[in-house]
């Protein structure tokens, strides 16, 4: 006989209890919902100290104020910078009026949803705002939404409410100040892309962007773009380092159009996302893809090697082979101090087999005698490049704990 969990067990004795007792265990009615405390935003909070001293004295009468024996710096407590507001586990189900689809991209305050029989502009439910005040948008490219159609006016002008989102899968994330952005939900595959030359590769980009992939359940695809270029063969030993490793790996050429056919199989039929840094030839690539999306592109500031911005914004694109793929904007940096440091060696491939043999179970791998990860880069087994990749994320300020 299996023996059972201890937290099953655990769950089986007090519900033995409830037995015992003479009562099951009361169920909390869906119609009652739960009780969840969510933070204020910084501006609807009141400040703890009292400011404005000069103009309150010469308001004053006598020219004389009399100050607080106390003051405090910050509000009383938690309490203070958090509401409680009522949740409930089915929101939005127990509504036929609602309408189900796809966020395709957000322009400013709206988002465009599509139903499958048009696209509509929608906004937010301030309550569902308010619940994800952690991120920088509470709704993104890729989520499934069920909205509301705002009555009165004409068709053609009528807008949305978005009143609920659906659970997400497939995440590419990173920290944008003090929230969390999430670029893209629902996808299957981050193609991430680089280029040979014009602007030249950057492998820890690259790095930041697999373990952004892999800590939000994405499967990473590398592609190296303009290989007609790679002359010196500098982008090839880039490359052959992500295949060595086990990733999939692609080499691409929208000029000449070599890798475009593996690029379309790995898209076919699948939700993917497509990112990298600018200028790398994203949207010149999804052209290729498929004719007749004439998406703009951008050029090389000669000065910086560095490209320009064009794709201002993440947009959902369906493919004609099957599927779709998300575009979005370029980056230059990503910051991914939302991971917990003691997580990061478990998103480097070739750390995972080896962290059993290093002496303590907490190594960081950076200071400590022993380490089975420094003998391997030492020995030439593990490429210094993605050691120093994992030394930056492990030590960047403000990495989760």
């Not at 769950?11 to 003479?22: A, F, P, T």
């Not at 991120?135 to 509301?148: C, N």
Request: glycine share 8%.
């Amino acid at each position: 006989m299996p023996t059972v969990p201890p937290v099953l067990d655990i769950r089986v004795v007090r519900l033995e209890e409830y037995r015992s007792m003479g009562s099951s265990p009361r169920k909390r009615s869906s119609k009652a919902g739960k009780k969840v405390r969510v933070r204020f935003r910084r501006n609807r909070s009141k400040p703890g100290r009292v400011k404005d001293w000069t103009r309150q004295a010469r308001q004053a009468d006598d020219h004389e104020v009399d100050a607080d024996r106390s003051e405090r710096v910050v509000a009383k407590g938690d309490l203070s910078r958090q509401r409680t507001i009522i949740v409930h586990d089915d929101e939005g189900e127990s509504h036929p009026d609602l309408r189900r689809g796809t966020v395709l991209a957000m322009r400013g305050l709206y988002a465009e949803v599509d139903d499958g029989e048009r696209v509509w502009p929608c906004t937010v439910r301030r309550l569902l705002r308010t619940r994800l005040i952690g991120e920088k948008h509470p709704v993104t490219v890729g989520d499934r939404v069920r909205f509301r159609v705002e009555t009165g006016g004409d068709e053609a002008t009528q807008k949305g409410v978005i009143e609920a989102v659906d659970k997400r899968r497939g995440l590419l994330r990173r920290r944008t100040g003090r929230r969390t952005q999430t670029i893209v939900a629902n996808v299957d595959r981050a193609i991430i892309v680089s280029s040979a030359r014009e602007p030249l590769p950057k492998p820890h980009l690259i790095d930041r962007y697999i373990v952004a992939s892999l800590a939000g359940d994405v499967t990473p695809v590398i592609c190296m773009n303009k290989v007609d270029l790679d002359h010196d063969g500098s982008g090839a030993a880039v490359i052959k380092r992500y295949t060595d490793l086990g990733h999939l790996t692609l080499r691409t050429s929208a000029i000449t159009g070599e890798g475009i056919d593996s690029l379309r199989e790995v898209l076919k039929d699948s939700a993917s996302v497509i990112a990298g840094q600018s200028g790398v030839g994203k949207s010149s690539l999804l052209n290729v893809v498929q004719p007749g999306l004439k998406l703009r592109v951008g050029d090389i500031i000669e000065q910086t090697s560095k490209g320009r911005h064009t794709t201002s914004t993440a947009s959902l694109i369906r493919l004609e082979l099957g599927g779709y793929v998300v575009d979005t904007p370029g980056v230059r940096s990503f910051d991914l101090s939302i991971i917990p440091r003691n997580e990061f060696e478990a998103y480097f491939v070739e750390f995972v087999d080896r962290v059993a043999d290093c002496k303590f179970p907490d190594c960081t791998h950076i200071h400590e005698a022993d380490c089975a990860i420094k003998a391997a880069l030492e020995r030439g087994e593990i490429h210094p490049e993605r050691y120093e990749s994992y030394v930056h994320m492990f030590e960047e300020p403000g990495v989760g704990k």
